[in-house]
Nanobody, 123 residues
Framework: QVQLVESGGGLVQAGGSLRLSCAAS????????MAWFRQAPGKEREFVAG??????RTADSVKGRFTISRDYAKNTAYLQMNTLKPEDTGIYYC??????????????????WGQGTQVTVSS
């Protein structure tokens, strides 16, 4: 089992920044790919960014604005969000998956999920 706890969400004006954190406990953190997803009201959960030991990637909608990273010593993953837009509003979820093959953006490939943290960007 892996437990994930997100923090760092909040209300910010358009153009501002936030950094989300995802603290992991339980099984060996380094064995898992980590990812961030988000879900806006009335919409499906969507991939934002993912990372594994040899690199990561971000969705086209946030490329150049969001950066994912992880600290193995602290068992924590981060999502640095800059130049936020109102359309970035939603609940942000951290996920962990023991994934064979390429880093994936599919929700079904991630076995563990946090409770989510709300991000609201005002215009």
């Amino acid at each position: 089992q892996v437990q994930l706890v997100e923090s760092g969400g909040g209300l910010v004006q358009a153009g501002g920044s936030l950094r989300l954190s995802c603290a992991a406990s339980g099984r060996t953190f380094s064995n898992y790919d980590m990812a961030w997803f988000r879900q806006a009201p009335g919409k499906e959960r969507e991939f934002v960014a993912g990372i594994r030991w040899n690199g990561g990637r971000t969705a086209d909608s946030v490329k150049g604005r969001f950066t994912i990273s992880r600290d193995y010593a602290k068992n924590t993953a981060y999502l640095q969000m800059n130049t936020l837009k109102p359309e970035d509003t939603g609940i942000y979820y951290c996920a962990a998956g023991a994934i064979l093959g390429p880093l994936t953006s599919r929700t079904a490939d991630y076995q563990y999920w946090g409770q989510g943290t709300q991000v609201t960007v005002s215009s």
